[in-house]
């Protein structure tokens, strides 16, 4: 039985050494496309002394008569090179055999022609191979490793996986049913590193410890039950640590809210940051408690900064809240947001039913240009659930009434007042408030073992915090004699968020958990 978990792919310019299958290489391919057969013979055969040496299992690319002529362990093909029944006819018995896969049809022949495992990919762009076929995508992997269910055939994730996006690449391919890849193929992280070694033994940390942990089946969620009264509790004590340390909270966000958002995220205790220029996000990423990213003005400049921003947050474990604002009104704006999810891993992902039936292409709900047509998803609990496990992260759907999921629990919040959809922006708050508090979530969680995970805190309650700490201030600010339309509700809100107490939550907070 090969272990596919670290699956080092290389050729005759870079011959497997054996610092590198000493660091945690469990199997070597030997990929070349220019060489003659002479030539490509020498260097398999190089290889496999080399693999033989450390007890490593050597696959040969494509070239049936190679892997027979130095007996190795198994041959790998890709779409236009000989069929899998072929080859099992003229390989020993025992002798695994690869298939790569970019999509369900490929797969699906792959697994009835009776591949062993797939190479499935490209899940990022890469330099180290000419891409003929799209990007699968980190978030498109899930749905291919959904079909292997009840099957032995194993999955390895191909194309331009890194120490750097690793964590996030096994964390997002998760499929809905759980099903994780089985190893990973890399090339130049490991081959092309000067301390092959190290490189190898940090690339396999990563995989151990994310296996040992509990990310592939809970994904965000932190704990396996909730109850309304816990979920107050810990919403108060996020509420109070925002307060008592002052987090920043780094947003690119909307040009028509960002003062209103500055505002809110002062009131509610944290400290705002509003920079979108992509040479500052690496340093912002350390020093600040969570990200919002919020696409309601889409320009290139701000664009640029998201994608880095993003992949900065999930290096150091910091919560990200996303907003796809008007994600259906245009074709820029979906390609824009699925290339900002499968760069990095949202944490929250924040909309109203008509922009979340757009993320997960669903057609119940119609939306027009930010806002929501109709009357909403006919079941709304089972909608976000399924979205949130897809998503691998927690999900808020806005509305009258906000339905927000970890993938497992459901909280159901009937708080809030239709002041809220008479200002511009109050999504926007939404979400510099959901951010504030993931921000005091992470505090909160600082010194626990969380080395599999991609964020730090209960970013569940985070959610329902920030929510709770919006619609019940709104319905307080309504209550004021001095509010007499939109235009004094705003600043009385702003000013229900600075003096909202722990007792306000508790006595007005109307919450169920399904």
């Known amino acids: 039985m090969i272990d596919y978990s670290l699956y080092l792919v290389t050729g005759r310019e870079l011959l497997p050494q054996g610092q590198s299958l000493q660091g945690g290489v469990t199997v070597v ?33 494509d070239r049936v008569d190679i892997a027979l002529a130095v007996q190795a362990a198994g041959v790998h093909v890709g779409q236009t090179d000989m069929p899998v029944s072929i080859a099992r006819k003229l390989l020993p018995r025992g002798t695994v055999i690869g298939v790569s896969c970019n999509n369900i049809q490929e797969l699906d022949k ?5 591949a062993d495992y797939v190479g499935i990919g490209a899940v990022w762009s890469t330099t180290t191979k000419t891409l003929n076929k799209p990007v699968v995508g980190v ?5 291919l490793l959904r079909k292997l269910d009840g099957t032995s055939v194993k999955a390895v994730g191909i194309g331009g996986i890194k120490l750097k996006n690793l964590l996030r690449t096994l964390h997002g391919t998760v499929s809905t049913t759980n099903r994780a890849l089985d190893g990973v193929a890399v090339v130049s992280e490991i081959v092309a590193s000067t301390r092959p070694r190290e ?5 396999r940390e990563v995989l151990s410890v994310f296996r040992s942990g509990d990310s592939i089946f809970k994904a965000m969620r932190t704990r396996s039950e909730y109850t309304a009264g816990s979920v107050i509790d810990g919403v108060i004590q996020i509420m109070t640590c925002v307060r008592d340390h002052n987090p920043l909270v780094h947003q690119i966000t909307n040009n028509v809210s960002i003062a209103q958002s500055a505002n809110a995220t002062i009131a509610l205790g944290a400290s705002p940051i509003m920079a979108t220029t992509v040479q500052e996000m690496e340093d912002i990423s350390r020093i600040n408690g969570a990200l919002l990213v919020n696409i309601g003005t889409l320009v290139s400049t701000a664009y640029e900064g998201m994608v880095v921003a993003g992949s900065c947050a ?9 907003d796809p604002v008007g994600v259906g009104a245009s074709y820029f704006r979906q390609s824009s947001v699925n290339t900002l999810l499968d760069s990095w891993q949202a944490s929250v992902i924040k909309g109203n039913a008509g922009e979340l039936a757009a993320l997960a292409g669903s057609n119940e709900v119609q939306s027009k240009g930010v ?9 709304p609990v089972s909608f976000v659930r399924n979205l949130a496990r897809k998503e691998r992260c927690v999900i808020v759907m806005s509305g009258k009434i906000d339905y927000i999921s970890d993938g497992a629990n459901v909280a159901v919040l009937s708080n809030g007042h239709q002041m809220l959809g008479q200002i511009t922006g109050s999504g926007c708050v939404a979400g510099s408030c959901i951010a504030s508090h993931c921000a005091g979530a992470m505090i909160l969680a600082q010194g626990e073992d969380k080395e599999g995970r991609l ?3 209960d970013v569940f309650l985070g959610a329902i915090g920030g929510i709770l700490a919006l619609t019940i201030s709104a319905e307080l600010a309504a209550l004021r004699e001095d509010v007499k339309g939109p235009g004094t509700f705003f600043p009385a809100l702003i000013d229900e968020l600075f003096t909202l107490t722990p007792r306000s939550i508790q006595e007005r907070a109307r919450i169920q958990i399904q």
Not at 35 to 60: G, H, Q
Not at 139 to 143: I, L, N, T
Not at 371 to 379: A, L, V
């Open 110 to 114: 792959a697994v009835g022609d009776g």
């Open 371 to 379: 806002d929501t047509i109709g009357s909403g998803f006919e079941d």
């Open 199 to 203: 490189a190898a033994a940090k690339l």
């Open 29 to 61: 391919q030997i990929r070349e496309k220019n060489t003659d057969t002479r030539e490509f013979l020498d260097v398999a055969l190089r290889s496999k002394a080399i693999c033989d040496r450390y007890n490593v299992p050597l696959i040969v690319n």
């Open 314 to 322: 999930n290096a150091q474990k910091k919560p990200v809240v996303f």
């Open 139 to 143: 978030r498109g992997v899930g749905e």
């Open 455 to 457: 964020v730090i805190g």
